[in-house]
């Protein structure tokens, strides 16, 4: 089971998707959606934006996530989930896929759409 989430600003359509943040994929490490042109390029930038008042963290099924809920799930690290699937591992074969990364602490990023 997967599931994509989305930061939603005020005035957004209630049918807007809002901005990427991230897939997260059961038993699989969190895959954040980087955003060059806003500096969503770590774990620290996005976690400084969502910390924002006017932000509100949703899933692809409109259900309001908390900070907290989401950045726990979001953050775990790939060697303490159990049995983990590492998606980029898999992707990649070693060789890293244009326009993906890891931020210093190792989290996945891809600047590309995906879902």
Not at 58 to 64: F, L
Request: hydrophobic residues 35%; negative net charge; contains cysteine.
């Amino acid at each position: 089971m997967s599931i994509n989430f989305y930061a939603k600003f005020p005035g957004d359509a209630p049918e807007a998707e809002g901005l990427h943040i991230g897939l997260h994929v059961h038993g699989r490490e969190f895959q954040f959606r980087g955003h060059r042109d806003r500096g969503l390029v770590t774990v620290a930038a996005w976690r400084d934006f969502l910390e924002r008042p006017d932000v509100r963290i949703v899933d692809e099924y409109s259900a309001p996530h908390s900070l907290e809920e989401f950045w726990s799930r979001a953050t775990l690290r790939p060697a303490d989930i159990d049995g983990a699937v590492h998606m980029l591992r898999l992707r990649w074969q070693g060789t890293p896929r244009p326009g993906t990364w890891r931020d210093d602490g190792g989290h996945a990023f891809a600047e590309y759409e995906f879902c």
